[in-house]
């Protein structure tokens, strides 16, 4: 049974997949991508990240507060590994921690198929 947390962990990898094919068609004409899909890709990540930072906190009774969601947003990079290990309960911190590197695998899996793809449709 699925939790309410992995819809936006797919939907995640879905974009990034679709950012990195569509920055590799813009590539393969030897043209810059449009500032405004830039802005738009970067918005879906972002938004797409701390919808699951709502749900996952929900589930998991961390209390979100108006500083640390803005630290989500800007410093996701730090902030998921130190989210998860302050909303874990005991003995599931390393746990939490090994599947965000599974997780961060498959977002480079992701972004690997979408230029592999694009190669594909450019050639």
């Excluded at 738009?40 to 507060?65: G, K, M, P, Q």
Aim: proline fraction near 4%; aromatic fraction near 18%.
């Amino acid at each position: 049974m699925q939790s309410r947390t992995d819809g936006p962990l797919y939907l995640l990898l879905a974009v990034v997949a679709l950012g990195e094919f569509v920055d590799g068609y813009w590539h393969a004409r030897s043209l810059p991508a449009p500032p405004l899909w830039s802005v738009l890709n970067a918005f879906l990540f972002s938004y797409t990240a701390f919808v699951w930072y709502c749900r996952d906190s929900d589930a998991h009774a961390y209390r979100r507060s108006l500083l640390r969601n803005i630290g989500f947003i800007f410093f996701s990079i730090a902030f998921v590994p130190y989210y998860l290990v302050r909303s874990r309960a005991r003995g599931q911190k390393w746990r939490a921690l090994l599947r965000l590197a599974g997780y961060l695998f498959l977002m480079l899996t992701a972004a690997a198929t979408g230029a592999f793809l694009i190669a594909l449709v450019a050639a």
